[in-house]
């Protein structure tokens, strides 16, 4: 049952994240995805697999590509 509520909210997450073009890479990973063939539900949950298993910590490359570390870009506490 929790597995299927995760899901749900990564799917939702998924969602906005094309909807919004932000992170612009989700967007670019979607449309490979489907021109690969997959269907639509299956693209965003392989993209959801992605959001689900990738940690960023505050070293690391921001993961929306800007080039910059995560903390000094989308980390930044405001």
């Keep these: 049952m929790?597995?299927?509520r995760?899901?749900?909210l990564i799917l939702e997450v998924?969602?906005?994240q094309l909807r919004e073009n932000n992170p612009?890479?989700?967007k670019e990973s979607y449309d490979?995805?489907?021109d690969a063939g997959y269907s639509a539900r299956?693209?965003?949950e392989k993209i959801g697999a992605i959001v689900k298993e990738k940690?960023?910590?505050p070293n690391d490359l921001c993961p929306c590509g800007?080039?910059?570390k995560y903390k000094k870009c989308c980390g930044r506490k405001k």
Excluded: F, M, Q
């Design 55 to 57: 940690k960023v910590y």
């Design 6 to 8: 995760l899901k749900k």
């Design 24 to 26: 612009p890479v989700t």
């Design 66 to 68: 800007s080039g910059k």
């Design 42 to 44: 299956e693209a965003k």
């Design 2 to 4: 929790a597995n299927l």
């Design 32 to 34: 490979k995805l489907i």
């Design 14 to 16: 998924v969602d906005n």
